[in-house]
């Protein structure tokens, strides 16, 4: 089979926007946009894009620096229990500086949380200027647990599509980089996944007793995340569907997306606002 070569994985993976999509369409065993042959090329390529992702991450984060109206990057995960939210995390996002990494898990809403709009803790955890954002869900949930579990009526969360999508559009209008993944894993594989945090019990932690009750509700799950695909990717942000059977694509993939987001903003070192010369003369006679 002829290799792939130079596909940007970003157009690969993009739900075009005003598309009709059902989950079920996208293969969670696919590898697409992957130039290599398998399992050991990924690990080795993901490696190779270390650097220069640490590069333009720095570069950015070098931007940042005393600039408030600074350019910002945020990597949105979502994706059913075992999908690798914390795995992208840890393989991905890991291999740049964490200094210039915001990261932010959004569980459900606390006592204070539910206060407020939902939309309120989402912005309050914006990424800075020059940072890169991480968010492990989002402001999504209140379109899709809160859908499937009724937690707000229907007249209240169907508005809220249009809403995400104003959100959003001034977000990307004030200089945020928008990177929303969907990790698509397959019916089975997550119950692959669920078995193996039993037998290990070093995986037992991360198993949750209530994560059996989301399973069985897979097909409302897969409804609502349609929604989410069909109606808020945009052209301003769209969602990218990556296929998360196999961990190493999954993280080659992401890596992948990051990168091909940081080339396009060319980030660039910010000019000294000082004399290096005379700074030069001063540190030499110091
Ligand atoms: P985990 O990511 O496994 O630590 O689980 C976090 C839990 O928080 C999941 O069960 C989510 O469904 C839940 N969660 C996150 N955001 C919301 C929300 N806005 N409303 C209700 N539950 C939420
Ligand atoms: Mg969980």
């Not at 899709?144 to 809403?163: C, G, I, Y």
């Not at 990307?172 to 990177?179: D, M, R, V």
């Amino acid at each position: 089979m002829a290799k792939q070569k130079n596909v940007l994985v970003s157009d690969a993976l993009r739900v075009e926007p005003r598309t009709t999509v059902r989950v079920e369409d996208f293969d969670a065993e696919g590898t697409p946009g992957y130039p290599g042959e398998g399992k050991d090329d990924a690990i080795e390529q993901t490696q190779t894009m270390a650097e220069e992702l640490s590069d333009l991450q720095e570069r950015l984060y070098a931007e940042g620096r005393d600039n408030p109206g600074a350019r910002r990057v945020l990597l949105l995960l979502q994706g059913l229990d075992t999908s690798g939210k914390g795995g992208v995390i840890r393989h991905s996002v890991g291999l740049v500086d964490p200094q210039g990494i915001q990261l932010k898990a959004f569980k459900a809403p606390t006592a204070e949380e539910r206060k407020h709009h939902y939309l309120w803790r989402i912005k309050n955890a914006l990424p800075g200027p020059g940072m890169i954002g991480i968010f492990d869900r989002s402001h999504y949930e209140d379109v899709l647990v809160v859908r499937v579990e009724n937690l707000v009526p229907q007249s209240e969360w169907s508005k809220r599509f249009d809403e995400i999508n104003k959100f959003e559009a001034e977000l990307t209008e004030q200089g945020t980089t928008l990177i929303k993944c969907f990790l698509n894993v397959s019916h089975d594989e997550q119950k692959q996944r669920l078995l193996e945090r039993l037998d290990n019990p070093e995986k037992h932690w991360k198993y949750n007793p209530g994560d059996v009750d989301t399973r069985l509700k897979w097909p409302a799950y897969l409804e609502a995340y349609a929604d989410v695909l069909t109606r808020c990717s945009t052209e301003h942000a769209p969602w990218f569907v990556v296929p998360a059977n196999r961990k190493w694509y999954r993280n080659w993939a992401v890596t992948r997306l990051l990168l091909e987001h940081l080339r396009a903003l060319d980030p660039h070192w910010p000019a000294a606002d000082f004399d290096v010369a005379v700074e030069r003369k001063r540190v030499e006679e110091s």
